[in-house]
């Protein structure tokens, strides 16, 4: 099965924000960035991509035939997506697991497990 994890920044600290980022210490931000570097190589991982900030969305709408744009997220910041990556696993608990490993869980975020639609 695959699944996508979608990484919810939430208040998770990012190198983004050198304010939140500076309230980890020296060894909790390597091991930030030393945990999404294991998680990229573990077997069944195709790494996604880190978005950029929420604020520099546009979101599309199309109403009665006329495209409509609106500059930023639809949703509120602490639900915007950071990142993501896909992951082929035997099943939903190894999903979780590596969910569980990606440091925006364990920091103010969340990491959602949807899986693929297979055809």
Do not use: C
């Amino acid at each position: 099965m695959k699944y996508m994890l979608l990484i919810h920044q939430g208040d998770t600290p990012t190198p983004r924000d050198p304010e939140a980022w500076g309230k980890l210490s020296e060894d909790e931000q390597k091991a930030v960035y030393a945990d999404y570097m294991a998680i990229n190589q573990t077997e069944g991982v195709s790494p996604g991509a880190q978005l950029d900030e929420p604020e520099t969305a546009t979101t599309v709408r199309v109403e009665d035939g006329k495209t409509l744009t609106t500059d930023g997220p639809f949703v509120e910041i602490k639900e915007a997506i950071g990142g993501f990556l896909f992951f082929e696993a035997d099943d939903l608990d190894a999903a979780i697991e590596l969910a569980a490993r990606i440091p925006a869980a364990r920091l103010g975020g969340a990491v959602e497990v949807r899986p693929l639609v297979e055809r």
